[in-house]
Protein backbone atom coordinates (compact mmCIF):
# COMPACT_ATOMS: atom_id res chain seq x y z
CA UNK A 1 0.00 0.00 0.00
CA UNK A 2 1.11 3.30 -0.80
CA UNK A 3 2.21 5.38 2.53
CA UNK A 4 3.75 8.58 3.67
CA UNK A 5 5.07 8.44 7.13
CA UNK A 6 6.29 11.49 9.25
CA UNK A 7 8.06 9.44 12.40
CA UNK A 8 8.03 12.37 14.65
CA UNK A 9 4.34 13.60 16.09
CA UNK A 10 6.34 16.90 17.57
CA UNK A 11 9.94 18.32 17.17
CA UNK A 12 10.90 20.95 19.60
CA UNK A 13 14.12 23.25 18.62
CA UNK A 14 15.18 26.59 20.27
CA UNK A 15 15.16 29.73 18.19
CA UNK A 16 18.51 29.82 15.74
CA UNK A 17 19.19 26.52 15.72
CA UNK A 18 19.00 23.95 12.77
CA UNK A 19 15.49 22.00 12.06
CA UNK A 20 14.25 18.96 10.38
CA UNK A 21 11.27 17.39 9.80
CA UNK A 22 11.54 13.90 8.96
CA UNK A 23 9.53 12.74 5.73
CA UNK A 24 9.25 8.81 3.93
CA UNK A 25 7.71 7.47 1.62
CA UNK A 26 6.18 4.66 0.00
CA UNK A 27 5.22 4.59 -3.55
CA UNK A 28 5.96 2.65 -6.75
CA UNK A 29 7.38 4.37 -9.32
CA UNK A 30 8.54 8.46 -9.28
CA UNK A 31 6.40 10.51 -7.24
CA UNK A 32 6.11 14.39 -6.62
CA UNK A 33 6.31 15.20 -3.37
CA UNK A 34 4.97 18.11 -1.13
CA UNK A 35 5.74 19.95 2.05
CA UNK A 36 2.75 21.92 3.78
CA UNK A 37 2.33 24.50 6.55
CA UNK A 38 -0.33 24.32 8.97
CA UNK A 39 -1.12 27.82 11.34
CA UNK A 40 -3.58 27.81 14.04
CA UNK A 41 -7.33 27.71 12.43
CA UNK A 42 -6.17 27.90 9.16
CA UNK A 43 -5.87 25.68 6.17
CA UNK A 44 -2.62 24.17 4.72
CA UNK A 45 -0.55 26.09 2.59
CA UNK A 46 1.69 25.09 0.27
CA UNK A 47 6.19 25.14 1.05
CA UNK A 48 7.23 23.56 -1.40
CA UNK A 49 7.96 20.69 -3.94
CA UNK A 50 10.02 17.92 -5.57
CA UNK A 51 9.36 17.03 -9.23
CA UNK A 52 12.89 16.20 -10.72
CA UNK A 53 15.88 17.52 -11.17
CA UNK A 54 18.01 18.92 -8.30
CA UNK A 55 17.55 17.09 -5.15
CA UNK A 56 17.62 19.93 -3.21
CA UNK A 57 14.54 22.17 -3.31
CA UNK A 58 14.00 25.51 -1.84
CA UNK A 59 10.67 27.17 -0.59
CA UNK A 60 8.83 30.14 0.91
CA UNK A 61 9.56 31.45 4.45
CA UNK A 62 13.30 29.86 4.21
CA UNK A 63 12.32 26.09 4.12
CA UNK A 64 14.30 23.88 2.11
CA UNK A 65 13.70 19.56 1.41
CA UNK A 66 16.43 16.83 0.40
CA UNK A 67 15.10 14.91 -1.60
CA UNK A 68 16.75 11.22 -1.19
CA UNK A 69 15.55 8.09 -3.94
CA UNK A 70 17.64 5.64 -2.63
CA UNK A 71 15.93 6.29 1.35
CA UNK A 72 12.57 7.16 -0.06
CA UNK A 73 13.28 10.75 2.00
CA UNK A 74 11.90 14.26 2.05
CA UNK A 75 13.60 15.80 5.04
CA UNK A 76 12.62 19.38 5.59
CA UNK A 77 15.21 21.72 7.02
CA UNK A 78 15.52 25.26 7.86
CA UNK A 79 19.11 26.56 8.69
CA UNK A 80 17.80 28.77 11.47
CA UNK A 81 14.40 28.24 12.99
CA UNK A 82 11.98 31.15 13.92
CA UNK A 83 9.63 31.32 16.80
CA UNK A 84 6.98 32.17 14.16
CA UNK A 85 7.98 28.53 12.32
CA UNK A 86 6.08 26.93 15.06
CA UNK A 87 2.99 25.32 13.39
CA UNK A 88 1.99 22.02 12.01
CA UNK A 89 3.74 20.66 9.04
CA UNK A 90 2.27 17.98 6.56
CA UNK A 91 4.19 15.81 4.00
CA UNK A 92 2.70 14.51 0.87
CA UNK A 93 3.41 12.61 -1.93
CA UNK A 94 1.28 12.31 -5.41
CA UNK A 95 2.21 8.75 -6.60
CA UNK A 96 2.79 8.65 -10.86
CA UNK A 97 -0.40 8.66 -13.26
CA UNK A 98 -2.67 10.28 -10.24
CA UNK A 99 -4.13 13.69 -9.30
CA UNK A 100 -4.19 12.33 -5.39
CA UNK A 101 -2.45 13.28 -2.60
CA UNK A 102 -1.59 10.99 0.36
CA UNK A 103 -1.07 12.76 3.51
CA UNK A 104 1.59 11.82 6.37
CA UNK A 105 0.59 12.35 9.81
CA UNK A 106 1.87 15.40 10.11
CA UNK A 107 4.19 17.08 12.48
CA UNK A 108 3.67 19.28 15.42
CA UNK A 109 6.83 22.32 14.95
CA UNK A 110 7.74 23.96 18.55
CA UNK A 111 10.31 26.59 18.56
CA UNK A 112 11.03 27.80 21.77
CA UNK A 113 12.57 31.20 22.42
CA UNK B 1 -7.95 37.61 -2.79
CA UNK B 2 -8.40 34.95 -5.22
CA UNK B 3 -9.12 31.44 -3.10
CA UNK B 4 -11.35 29.04 -1.67
CA UNK B 5 -14.11 30.38 0.73
CA UNK B 6 -15.83 27.77 2.65
CA UNK B 7 -18.91 28.03 4.47
CA UNK B 8 -19.71 28.04 7.75
CA UNK B 9 -16.47 27.91 9.75
CA UNK B 10 -17.84 25.86 12.18
CA UNK B 11 -21.33 24.00 13.23
CA UNK B 12 -22.78 22.00 16.10
CA UNK B 13 -24.80 19.81 14.55
CA UNK B 14 -27.75 17.07 15.93
CA UNK B 15 -26.90 13.54 14.46
CA UNK B 16 -29.35 12.76 11.82
CA UNK B 17 -29.37 16.36 10.76
CA UNK B 18 -28.79 17.08 6.98
CA UNK B 19 -25.80 18.89 6.88
CA UNK B 20 -24.00 21.23 3.70
CA UNK B 21 -20.94 22.27 3.53
CA UNK B 22 -20.14 25.14 1.00
CA UNK B 23 -17.14 24.99 -0.94
CA UNK B 24 -16.37 28.04 -3.48
CA UNK B 25 -13.03 28.84 -5.54
CA UNK B 26 -12.23 32.11 -8.17
CA UNK B 27 -9.49 30.60 -9.50
CA UNK B 28 -10.82 28.75 -12.47
CA UNK B 29 -9.54 25.57 -10.90
CA UNK B 30 -10.39 22.11 -12.96
CA UNK B 31 -9.99 20.04 -10.05
CA UNK B 32 -11.58 20.14 -6.58
CA UNK B 33 -11.44 17.50 -3.44
CA UNK B 34 -12.81 17.34 0.22
CA UNK B 35 -10.64 16.40 3.16
CA UNK B 36 -11.17 15.84 6.90
CA UNK B 37 -8.76 15.86 9.10
CA UNK B 38 -8.49 13.86 12.39
CA UNK B 39 -5.68 14.13 14.84
CA UNK B 40 -3.22 11.45 14.60
CA UNK B 41 -4.29 10.86 10.86
CA UNK B 42 -3.61 13.38 8.94
CA UNK B 43 -5.55 14.37 6.08
CA UNK B 44 -8.12 11.74 4.38
CA UNK B 45 -9.60 12.41 1.18
CA UNK B 46 -13.51 12.14 0.95
CA UNK B 47 -14.43 12.75 -2.65
CA UNK B 48 -12.98 14.73 -5.15
CA UNK B 49 -13.98 16.14 -9.00
CA UNK B 50 -11.63 16.43 -11.81
CA UNK B 51 -13.99 18.75 -13.57
CA UNK B 52 -17.30 20.34 -13.74
CA UNK B 53 -19.60 17.43 -13.97
CA UNK B 54 -17.89 14.47 -12.64
CA UNK B 55 -17.27 13.07 -9.20
CA UNK B 56 -15.31 10.20 -7.43
CA UNK B 57 -14.90 8.76 -4.36
CA UNK B 58 -11.64 9.05 -2.35
CA UNK B 59 -10.85 6.84 0.79
CA UNK B 60 -13.06 7.68 2.80
CA UNK B 61 -16.65 8.36 0.97
CA UNK B 62 -18.89 6.42 2.79
CA UNK B 63 -21.71 8.95 4.27
CA UNK B 64 -21.16 12.33 2.18
CA UNK B 65 -21.86 12.56 -1.13
CA UNK B 66 -20.64 15.90 -3.57
CA UNK B 67 -21.80 17.64 -6.78
CA UNK B 68 -19.84 19.74 -9.49
CA UNK B 69 -22.42 21.59 -11.31
CA UNK B 70 -19.96 24.24 -12.48
CA UNK B 71 -16.60 24.96 -12.05
CA UNK B 72 -16.49 27.16 -9.20
CA UNK B 73 -18.45 25.54 -6.35
CA UNK B 74 -17.98 21.92 -4.76
CA UNK B 75 -20.58 21.34 -1.96
CA UNK B 76 -20.11 18.24 0.30
CA UNK B 77 -23.33 16.58 1.86
CA UNK B 78 -23.58 14.76 5.23
CA UNK B 79 -27.28 13.02 4.48
CA UNK B 80 -27.52 11.77 8.23
CA UNK B 81 -24.65 12.95 9.98
CA UNK B 82 -22.99 10.30 12.55
CA UNK B 83 -20.75 11.82 16.06
CA UNK B 84 -18.10 9.64 13.87
CA UNK B 85 -18.32 12.97 11.31
CA UNK B 86 -17.27 15.19 13.84
CA UNK B 87 -14.03 16.86 12.32
CA UNK B 88 -11.81 19.85 10.41
CA UNK B 89 -13.37 19.81 6.95
CA UNK B 90 -11.02 20.80 4.38
CA UNK B 91 -11.81 21.56 0.83
CA UNK B 92 -9.16 22.04 -1.89
CA UNK B 93 -8.32 23.09 -5.36
CA UNK B 94 -5.76 22.33 -8.41
CA UNK B 95 -5.05 23.38 -11.45
CA UNK B 96 -4.90 20.55 -14.07
CA UNK B 97 -2.92 20.10 -16.92
CA UNK B 98 -0.21 21.14 -14.93
CA UNK B 99 0.84 17.77 -12.62
CA UNK B 100 3.62 20.25 -11.08
CA UNK B 101 0.92 22.22 -9.09
CA UNK B 102 -0.52 22.66 -5.69
CA UNK B 103 -3.48 21.77 -4.08
CA UNK B 104 -4.82 25.05 -2.32
CA UNK B 105 -6.96 24.82 0.47
CA UNK B 106 -9.58 26.68 2.13
CA UNK B 107 -9.81 27.60 6.14
CA UNK B 108 -11.44 24.89 6.96
CA UNK B 109 -14.87 23.87 8.54
CA UNK B 110 -15.28 22.65 12.12
CA UNK B 111 -17.98 20.18 12.16
CA UNK B 112 -19.19 18.73 15.73
CA UNK B 113 -21.92 16.47 15.57
CA UNK B 114 -23.86 15.45 19.15
Known amino acids: AQSVAQPEDQVNVAEGNPLTVKCTYSVSGNPYLFWYVQYPNRGLQFLLKYITGDNLVKGSYGFEAEFNKSQTSFHLKKPSALVSDSALYFCAVRPPNTDKLIFGTGTRLQVFP | IAGITQAPTSQILAAGRRMTLRCTQDMRHNAMYWYRQDLGLGLRLIHY???????GKGEVPDGYSVSRANTDDFPLTLASAVPSQTSVYFCASRARGDSNQPQHFGDGTRLSIL
Open chain 2, 49 to 55: SNTAGTT
